[in-house]
Each structure stands twice: as C-alpha cells, then as structure tokens.
C-alpha cells in the first residue's frame, strides 16, 4: 500500500468523515453545536475507555515489557518543548510566552488522535501493542509542565524584575499538569485497568468497547465544528505558524517511530508512538496553559494545534507514520 493509498483509506474512515461533516457544517454557518455537558461526557468516556483498556493490556503484557517504551515516550514528550521552542521564538519570531505556549501543545499529545490512529492500524490489518496507551498516559504531562518552565523563565528575565511569587509558584502548574481532568481521567483508569486486569474487562467490556466507535464518531463531529470555527483564524496566525503546524508532525513522528524501534516495539507500537509524537494537544495543555500562562494568546496555540496539526495528523500524518514505520523494519 502506497502513501496515497492509504491516506486515501484513512480519509474514508467514520471517524475522519464525521469530522469533516462537522467541519462543512461550520462552514456553511450551520446551528450544529454539542451543549457543553454532552461534550464533556464524550470527553470522559473517551478518556476512561482508553486508559482503563490500556491498563488491562499491561496487566496482561506485564509491566517489565512496557517499563521500557514508556519511559522512552515520557522522555520524548518532555524533549520536544526544547527545539519547538527556540524555532517558534527565532525562526517564527514569536513573544517568549507565546512560544512556549505553543511548545507545551506540540510536546503534549491527543488522545483522538491516538484513537485514530488505532482504527486505521486495525483497518489496515496492522496488528499493535495493546498497551500503547500507557503512553497516551505518560506522554500527557511532562511537556506542559516543561513549556510553563520555559515561558516563565522568558518572562521573568525580560522584564528585569523580580517575579511575582504567587505567579512563578510551579506548584499550581503541577497541579494542573498532574491532576487536571484528562491526565486524571487517563492515569487513574489505567491503574483500575491494571489492577483488574482481563476478568475486570469482561464486566464492563459491553460498555467500554461495543459503543466506544460511535462515541468516537460523536465526539469527531463536535472537534469538526470547532476546527471548523477556527479555520478563519489562519488569516492571523500567519504563514510561519502553518508551516509550523504542518512540518513539525512529521519531524517529531519520525522521532517517535525511530525511538518506538530503538525500544523494541513493534511496527504498529512504534506507529503509534510516532502518531503520540507527531500530534498536539488541545484538551490537557490548553487548560494548564490558561492557567500557568494567562499572557499567551490562544488563537495562537488554539489554531495551530486544533485547526492545522490536528487535521493533518487525521488524514496524512498517521498513515505517514505508518509508512515510515513499514519502511524502517522492513
């Protein structure tokens, strides 16, 4: 199968569909909009059903096989703020606390993404670690935490002042980046996914696994009408920023699949990895961001996360991460 081949695959999934109906729905200014509570389910559904399927997969795989790779992809994740953020504040000419705003996103990652991800590897017959998404769990939070580092020191330096103790506190950022809904959700289901292991998963498999695709479907249509939404925000960010937001998947996808193999992961682990490396957050690090770094401008790293690299990974990225995967172990 040839790249075009399987973007083509990809793009014909459900999930991808439903997210461009949603888009085309923006587009044309249609009344479609999830009430915020409804969402917000979706969201927790999503969340749980991940982690705590990943979890009962380490419970299975056992934790000396998957110590390895996760500690390489949380690496990984706290890596990235470090050369995004240099090329967004040189190269894009960004302010210091913009770009590591914009950083934190890149080095953090998208659940949705990653479920994408998993539907096309299943789709296309490629067989995977089921434990993958441990490092969904891992991947979440050493990014943000490192990006609110990197800005506030920026900060405080230019302004030449001595920074103000109840704003340079890290304490509230690891709050945040700890204990916040999705890294909560995420971590804590997996523990009770390791912790009941495969009989735990025969209970509650009819309501994890049976409607987690329509869920997915649902949740794809709402993230399509808020892409949608912001795709006149491109005007603003301007030409740098959609480079940015197109090359710098690709770069970090490379990386991810690279270590994925460095690891002893699989084709389809590594794929995956890649996939975590490649995508951007925009449920997790917006919120930390919001509270850590309340001087970025979120039409900045709102645009490039959600409305460029999320699109992108959704119908060239994974199966580009796929390709390169297949090309480094065959």
């Avoid at 304490?171 to 700890?178: I, T």
Wanted: proline content about 6%; aromatic content about 10%.
């Amino acid at each position: 199968m040839t790249l075009l081949d399987a973007v083509q695959a990809n793009l014909l999934s459900p999930a991808v569909l439903f997210f461009v109906l949603g888009v085309f729905a923006a587009l044309v200014r249609s009344d479609l909009k999830f009430p915020e509570p409804l969402y917000a389910g979706l969201t927790i559904y999503l969340l749980v059903a991940i982690g705590f399927k990943g979890g009962v997969a380490i419970a299975e795989a056992g934790l000396a096989q998957v110590w390895l790779p996760a500690l390489a992809a949380m690496a990984l994740g706290a890596l990235i703020p470090f050369w995004t953020y240099p090329v967004l504040r040189h190269a894009g000419r960004l302010a210091a606390v913009d770009a590591a705003a914009i950083a934190a996103h890149y080095g953090s990652v998208s659940a949705v993404t990653f479920i994408a991800a998993t539907n096309y590897l299943q789709a296309v017959g490629q067989p995977y670690e089921n434990y993958a998404s441990a490092f969904l769990a891992v991947m979440e939070s050493p990014a943000i935490l490192v990006g609110v580092v990197l800005g506030r020191l920026a900060t405080s330096r230019g302004s030449g002042t001595a920074p103000d103790p109840a704003r340079t506190s890290l304490r509230a950022v690891v709050h945040e980046a700890l204990c916040g809904r999705s890294v909560l959700l995420l971590v804590g289901a997996l523990v009770v996914g390791a912790l009941c292991g495969p009989k735990g998963m025969e209970k509650v498999g009819p309501f994890f696994v049976t409607p987690f695709q329509g869920v997915l479907a649902l949740f794809l249509l709402e993230m399509g009408t808020v892409a949608g939404r912001r795709l006149g925000d491109l005007r603003k960010v301007g030409v740098f920023l959609l480079l940015f937001g197109v090359l710098t998947p690709l770069i970090n996808g490379a990386l991810g699949v690279l270590l994925g193999h460095w690891t002893g992961l699989g084709l389809g682990g590594a794929t995956l990895l890649g996939v975590l490396a490649a995508s951007a957050s925009y449920i997790a690090a917006p919120a930390a961001i919001r509270v850590s770094l309340p001087d970025a401008n979120p039409t900045l790293y709102l645009t490039a996360s959600l409305a460029i690299t999320f699109p992108f990974n959704l119908t060239v990225g994974i199966p580009y991460c796929l390709a390169l995967a297949r090309w480094l172990y065959a």
